[in-house]
């Protein structure tokens, strides 16, 4: 058993991912707000070095790159859901945001930190797939600083595991700018407002065009060891006018296809009944939306 | 377990501690620097009742590493004693009497700062909404929104 | 002002230390039910800064605790539930506590666990404490310890209760509607935001002090003094502000003599505190029930009988929750005019958690079951629910066939008042009208009534309080109270009948309720008697203390004292209101003169009511309060979410004596009302609590709550402080009975069992359809 013995902070990306590298064993800090608990709860064992990036200029702000709008690790849950750029071409993120745990939580948590957490039932997790977002992945190679990106399902391995690289940090979320007539909307099923880890999740996202849904995306959350998409359920409507009849095969389609666990939040067949009545009226409050 | 030094502001004194680094900056507001304000209610962010304010922003401070407190201003419960807002809130919640067993309260009036800074002027849900994070077991959260609200709407006795 | 202030300087059991502390730990078990085979605390012992490493082989002298004495503090052979005390630890800090506690090493022998309560009646259940072997030498000196032995039991009922009275079958043969329904109550438990904690030290003298959150401290003090075998008068309890209490101190618990025990080992203080988890896990519960209830009446709506059932599941060890019935029977058989009850309940070990006191102490299972049988009876013989409680409700100066004396009784008025205030009858009617519509979102309101004791409870042999008041030479007057303050704001209530007896500003009185070496003896908070009890006290040394400085003042300006009056500070002339001099020049006249003697001395002491007899029959409390609460509840049939919309309440509270406190409990009793009915459950499953955290457990949150219209119905009952009668339980009773008449108003669906998760309801819906 390795114990907790170091502790650093670095100032710029390329310290960090040095710093990665020449370390090997290192725990990530950003917001905190998931490693402290699980850290005390004895779920995650702290690895030799303690490394805090929140003192890293690249992995803050949130800016728009060409088609994409890219969001800063650090990125707080509050600065996202106040951000103009977020505001006007990611209105589901704010809409996702205002479920996310609790005013204080949302204060501290960040973005990267939500992602790299990968938890099944991850509140930013579900709308960021639906928007088709990335990750940007920063490591050092032959001496420089090397960036990857990776599409959002393909990161997610299990609770808590993601294919982010030893020595590799998360640095950014991007996302494409949606084109014109993308509707979207997140479904948190809780009997609160917020501060509510979810039985289930859902996000549809899609074009609405001539009473047309295309370029259809969809996700779940808390139905699977990790966020997954509902491919079935984007067959069901892809390139379909969204009326009673494809709703509802959507719905049935979406039921089929999850298969969820029973736990103290839910038996699975609550969750598939769910998952069937939200994905419902979700796409029916989607086909009055304009 | 490594310790590490760090220098940050508590409630408006320069500050000089050494802890260790996994250490929360509740532990050290309460076992190294000595304020007892700031509760301990649940350890996971469920409760609020350890809410300060790093750089003027509250959060859970249970679920804050105290290391990141380094180069930063901390306010607490007591710190409010010398901010006019803060005061107004603490009057408030007396008179509206919101407080009984008094254990949530310094997390709820430091949480309604940030409620009143971020919109002075909250409707009723708003201030629900605003203190989502922060239980009460004695309260059913009635009379604290009634004095948040009183200080919203100008109408404090 | 006594008022707690929320500057963060009320220092809560957890923000203590004493000088030379040690922190203690506990080492709980792993196990469900097993019998300890060995315990290696070697390496333990052996790491730096530990203190003391205790098992029960190291306190030989310890003595079972608990209401049936069944539950030793360290585990000696057995553990019976996931959280049983197996060793404890004292450090230099939490940290190495801790870290003392990963080296103990324990062999257990697991048993065969006990989940069901029904499993532990049948013939071959394993037993949960059988009877110690003989007398064997480990035993010998309890056996010998003078009623406080730890005998074991034959078979697994930990306590029954029965009570009759008419002929409940010839109460059924007068009846033209008969129901019998089994009702399923759940897990809950009190979620003090103050986590359980206390100090213990021992003086150079031997004398224990301790700073601790009990609720009855007079009463524990003797009680530490049997388990410790030690002197009472060597033991002091000082009680720091507490961080919540709703009846979980109303016991001692296996950490506090622990405690004691490190403090002995050690010689040094030692401060003990859980975490929540820990408070999740090792702190009592609600009592679950199985109630089945049979209740009939006659086509004109009266009521003819009612029969109960109940099985209590006790858990592993017995605290105040098993004595529940105590109440439970009250409601049944008193809430509403019934002539013929009979009454039964067996309350049964089993290796789950164990449940103590909770606000409304069994009051909430039963007026689930008993005001859903009331709505379901109106319904069967044609008439609204209000007019049929209204034709069984209670009058004033009725005494009950089980011999409760309503003094005062506003149970008419709270029906008429909630049902009015609500708009009830024509909601109701409109909501049944919309129920077989489509549409998702459907709506639905539902009323309950309840009793309880509003006037002291004749738990004990007595129900006393007493009070000292002095007064200072600057017209100040510390009122010293036996009574404790546990958050429910008694110490302003006190002090504002104190006031209102001397013409003082509130500011003037000073509340000292702390100390069991000031204080005089009281029996303790509960069974919402502080105001009356305490209040009664105080006001008796308040008129003592009038009488005194009026008859001085009289003498010294040559006036008859009886037309003289105290008003603000000052002595008046009664008629006229002439100010004939100041209090505080009277008060320092007084001081330094003969004789003055500016300390009163009063005791209160529930009016003589009859206790009751061994078959429950008698008077419990000198008042009681009556309460209507009117429930409006939005269901989603897509989901089974309900949502509370607005509480109605009319409570009988005697007469207001603080609005603003009074509103405080009532509000703060309704939401916890509203997380028994919606949102909270602990999970219990094969002896094991699946969600002990508030991530899992749910409180209410702010956005959750209701609207809330409160309105007080004043009876001015006789003997009451200024007519007032206790309040603090009644609010969180009604409120899951009117929720389940609320949502059958708007689904037609009957849900029997709590919580109502959105699940549940979904799982009744479609059922239903």
């Known amino acids: ?290 | 377990m490594s310790q590490q030094a760090i220098n940050f502001t508590l409630n408006g004194v320069p500050t000089r501690v050494s802890v260790p680094v996994d250490m929360s900056a509740l532990e050290m507001i309460r076992n190294v620097t000595g304020l007892t304000g700031t509760k301990y209610g649940c350890g996971e962010g469920e409760c609020g009742a350890c809410t300060i304010l790093l750089d003027g922003v509250s959060l859970n401070s249970c679920l804050l590493f105290a290391v990141e407190c380094d180069g930063r201003q901390v306010t607490t419960i007591e710190g409010l004693a010398s901010d006019p807002l803060g005061l107004r809130i603490e009057k408030a919640f007396v008179e509206a009497g919101a407080v009984q067993c008094g254990f949530c309260t310094p997390g709820m009036v430091v949480q309604a700062r940030q409620l009143l800074q971020d919109n002075p002027h909250p409707t009723r849900e708003e201030i629900q909404r605003g203190i989502e994070g922060n239980l009460c077991r004695c309260t059913g959260y009635v009379k604290i929104i009634d004095a948040i609200e009183a200080i919203a709407v100008g109408k404090e006795s | 002002m006594r008022r707690k202030r929320p500057g963060g300087k009320t220092r809560h059991i957890q923000d203590l230390d004493v000088q030379g502390q040690l922190y203690g730990k506990i080492l709980r078990s792993t196990r469900v039910h097993a019998k300890i085979k060995r315990i290696d605390t070697s390496k333990a012992k052996a790491l730096s800064g530990v203190h003391a490493v205790i098992t029960a082989a190291d306190v030989p002298y310890q003595r079972p605790i608990g209401v049936a004495k069944d539950h030793f503090p360290l585990k000696t052979d057995r553990v019976r539930s996931l959280r049983d005390e197996i060793a404890a630890v004292a450090a230099e800090t939490e940290a190495i506590a801790e870290a003392a506690l990963k080296l103990i090493r324990v062999e257990y022998e697991d048993l065969p666990i006990l989940a069901d309560p029904n499993d532990s009646l049948k013939p071959d259940a394993p037993l949960i404490h059988p009877e110690p072997h003989g007398a064997t030498a480990k035993h010998d000196h309890l056996k010998q310890a003078q009623g406080i032995a730890y005998l074991g039991k034959p078979d697994n009922v930990a306590m029954t209760f029965d009570y009759a009275q008419g002929d409940v079958a010839a109460g059924e043969r007068e009846s033209d509607v008969v129901f019998e329904d089994t009702f399923h109550l759940h897990y809950v438990t009190h979620c003090c935001m103050g986590v359980s904690g206390i100090i213990a030290e021992f003086d150079s003298s031997g004398n224990l002090l301790m700073y601790s959150n009990t609720q009855v401290p007079f009463l524990h003090k003797r009680e530490f003094a049997e388990i410790l075998n030690m002197d009472p008068a060597r033991i002091r309890i000082i009680q720091p502000p507490i961080g919540g209490g709703f009846g979980s101190k109303l016991d001692i618990y296996p950490f506090e003599p622990i405690t004691v025990f490190l403090a002995k080992a050690t010689g040094r203080p030692v401060k003990l505190v859980f975490t929540r988890e820990e408070e999740f896990l090792a702190s009592p519960t609600r009592q679950p029930v199985i109630l089945t209830l049979r209740s009939g009446c006659k086509k004109d709506g009266t009521l003819t009988f009612r029969t109960v059932n109940t099985l209590h599941d006790n858990g592993a060890y017995t605290s105040w929750g098993a004595t529940t019935p105590f109440v439970m029977m009250q409601t049944i058989s008193s809430l509403y005019r019934v002539p013929h009850c009979l009454y039964h309940t067996k309350a049964v070990y089993t290796n789950n958690p164990y449940a103590g006191s909770f606000r409304g102490y069994g009051n909430l299972q039963a007026t689930f079951a008993v005001e859903q049988h009331m709505d379901m009876m109106a319904e069967a013989v044609g008439m609204d629910p209000l007019a049929f409680r209204l034709k069984n409700a209670q009058d004033p100066g009725e005494v009950t066939p089980q011999g409760m004396h309503f003094k005062s009784c506003g149970l008419k008025e709270c029906l008429t008042t909630a049902a009015e205030a609500s708009g009830f009858l024509a909601k109701s009617t409109a909501n049944a009208a919309e129920r077989g519509k489509p549409g998702r979102f459907k709506r639905g309101i539902g009323i309950a009534s309840m009793l309880h004791v509003g006037g002291g409870a004749k738990i004990y042999p007595s129900d006393g309080c007493g009070t000292i008041l002095k007064m200072d030479d600057f017209g100040s007057v510390t009122l010293i109270t036996g009574a404790s303050e546990i958050g429910q704001g008694s110490e302003t209530v006190l002090a504002q009948l104190v006031c209102e007896e001397l013409g003082l500003p509130i500011s003037a009185v000073r509340v000292v309720n702390n100390d069991t070496e000031i204080t005089p003896w009281d029996v303790g908070v509960h069974a919402s008697r502080t105001t009356f009890i305490a209040g009664n006290s105080a006001i008796g040394a308040a008129k003592k203390a009038r009488g005194k400085i009026l008859a001085a003042a009289g003498k010294m300006a040559d006036l008859n004292p009886d037309a003289l009056d105290l008003r603000g500070g000052h002595i008046v002339e009664t008629k006229s209101g002439k100010v004939v001099m100041t209090l505080a020049k009277l008060l320092r006249q007084l001081h330094f003169s003969d004789k003055a003697e500016l300390v009163m001395t009063s005791f209160y002491y529930e009016p003589p009511s009859k206790h009751q007899d061994k078959h429950f029959k008698g008077d419990v409390s000198a008042a009681y309060a009556w309460a209507t609460q009117v429930v409006e509840v939005e269901v989603d049939t897509d989901t089974g979410i309900v949502r509370l919309l607005k509480v109605t309440g009319a409570h009988d509270v005697g007469r207001v004596l603080n609005r603003l406190g009074l509103e405080g409990q009532i509000e703060g009793g309704i939401v916890m009302g509203q997380g028994y009915a919606l949102t909270e459950e602990l999970m219990v499953e094969n002896g094991v609590v699946r969600n002990p955290g508030f991530r899992d457990y749910k409180l209410v949150t702010a956005p959750e709550i209701p609207e809330m219209d409160v309105r007080f119905i004043e009876t001015m009952d006789g003997e009451g402080p200024q007519g007032a009668k206790g309040v603090g339980e009644a609010p969180a009773i009604c409120i899951a009975a009117a929720t389940a008449n609320a949502i059958c108003n708007a689904t037609g669906v009957r849900i029997m069992a709590l919580p109502f998760t959105p699940e549940k309801v979904y799982r009744a819906l479609k059922q239903h359809h």
């Open chain 1, 1 to 290: 058993m390795t114990a907790l013995d170091n502790y650093v902070a670095p100032t710029s990306l390329e310290e960090a991912v040095e710093q990665l590298l020449e370390l090997g064993e290192v725990t990530i800090l950003a917001g905190g707000t998931d490693l402290m608990p699980q850290a005390n709860a004895g779920r995650v064992k702290f690895k030799r070095t303690l490394m805090n990036i929140r003192r890293i200029p690249e992995l803050r702000g949130i800016a728009r790159e060409g088609d994409e709008i890219r969001i800063g690790a650090l990125a707080t849950i509050s600065e996202i859901m106040a951000h103009p750029l977020v505001r006007e071409h990611l209105p589901l993120l704010v809409s996702a945001g205002d479920h996310f745990a609790s005013n204080q939580i949302r204060n501290a948590g960040t973005l990267g930190g939500n992602v790299c957490n990968a938890s099944p039932a991850g509140d930013t997790l579900v709308p960021l797939m639906v928007l088709g977002a990335s990750v940007e992945l920063a490591s050092m190679l032959d001496d420089k600083l090397y960036r990857r990106t990776m599409h959002l399902p393909e990161f997610f391995v299990g609770p808590g595991k993601t294919r982010l690289a030893t020595a590799e940090l998360l640095a950014a979320v991007r996302i494409p700018v949606p084109p014109q007539g993308f509707v979207a909307r997140f479904h948190k099923f809780g009997t609160r407002p917020a501060l509510d880890i979810s039985a289930i999740s859902i996000g549809v996202g899609g074009v609405l065009k001539n009473g047309m849904f295309t370029d259809v995306r969809v996700a779940f959350g808390a139905v699977a060891p990790t966020p997954v998409c509902g491919c079935a359920t984007e067959e069901a409507l892809e390139g379909k006018k969204l009326d009673a009849a494809t709703i509802a095969a959507a719905a049935v389609a979406a039921r089929d296809e999850v298969h969820p666990i029973s736990d103290v939040r839910a038996s699975d067949w609550y969750r598939k009944e769910m998952i069937h009545n939200m994905t419902k009226r979700i796409l029916e409050d989607v086909s009055t939306s304009h």
